[in-house]
């Protein structure tokens, strides 16, 4: 994540035990990054996900979701507008366990975050790591 600039000033995380050990394995990178564990988030679908972002504070600029599919693509597929044609192309194929999907707001606030809004900037892929 720090190779690529990745640094999320809040971290939402699903209650559930496999998101919470992700959240472990992250946290050397995420060190000084508040997270919020949400049983609301356990199994939501995009449009759950929407919702809980539309209500992140609007002084936090970037908040890395960890959660779950389909709900997690779904949400990516919706809010994405254009962006890298590869990492746009490679959503619309699959989402898998462990993907990173990056998405730029521009300048909208949390609340006006909608369909087609976001801009897909990368696509992590757990296979393309180390």
């Known amino acids: 994540m720090a190779s690529r600039g990745i640094r999320p000033e809040l971290v939402l995380c699903s209650s559930a035990r496999r998101t919470r050990e992700t959240l472990e394995l992250l946290q050397p990178a995420l060190e000084g990054v508040p997270a ?4 609301e988030l ?3 679908d995009a449009s759950a996900l929407l919702d809980r972002l539309r209500r992140v504070e609007a002084h936090v600029d970037a ?4 959660g779950h599919n389909p709900g997690l693509q779904d949400l990516a597929l919706d809010l994405t507008g ?12 699959k989402f ?8 730029d707001l521009g300048t909208i606030d949390w ?3 909608g369909p087609r809004r976001a801009s897909l900037t ?5 296979r393309r790591l180390r």
Do not use: C, F, K, W
């Open 36 to 39: 919020r564990i949400e049983d």
């Open 42 to 44: 356990y199994g939501a």
């Open 63 to 66: 908040v890395m979701l960890v």
């Open 82 to 93: 254009g962006g890298d044609e590869a990492a746009v192309a490679q959503l619309h194929t």
């Open 96 to 103: 898998p366990t462990a993907a990173l999907a990056t998405l």
């Open 111 to 113: 609340n006006e975050l």
């Open 122 to 126: 990368s696509l992590v892929l757990p």
